[in-house]
């Protein structure tokens, strides 16, 4: 009941098809994305949030839904944890979009 999940499993899908660019993220934009996320997820499902596969499934949602909805609409539904889109970011989504 959300296209945002369906936007987010196609970033997955994308990112496996480019040869898994997400591990071209940064450590540095781990580090931020990690800062963002609320105290009381910790663990193995802090773990999971932070890992380079997820931040860009969550990037390439975020960047669509920007493009389409506006971001500030999308990020007031609370239904997800969506990193702030840096350049860096933003560059890996677009280059699995050309």
């Known amino acids: 009941d959300n296209i945002g999940s369906l936007v987010h499993e196609l970033g997955h899908f994308l990112d ?4 898994n660019i ?5 450590w540095g934009t781990v580090q931020a994305y990690d800062k963002t996320l609320p105290e009381y ?4 499902e802090r773990r999971y949030y932070c890992s380079k596969v997820e931040i860009f499934a969550r ?12 971001f500030g609409q999308f990020a007031q539904c ?3 944890f969506l990193p702030e889109l840096n350049e860096e ?10």
């Open 16 to 19: 496996d098809k480019a040869g």
């Open 59 to 70: 990037a390439f949602e975020a960047y669509c839904l920007s493009k389409q909805t506006g």
């Open 22 to 26: 997400s591990r071209k993220i940064s």
């Open 41 to 44: 997820i910790q663990g193995k």
């Open 78 to 80: 609370g239904k997800a």
């Open 89 to 98: 970011l933003i560059a890996l989504v677009e280059s699995v979009l050309k």
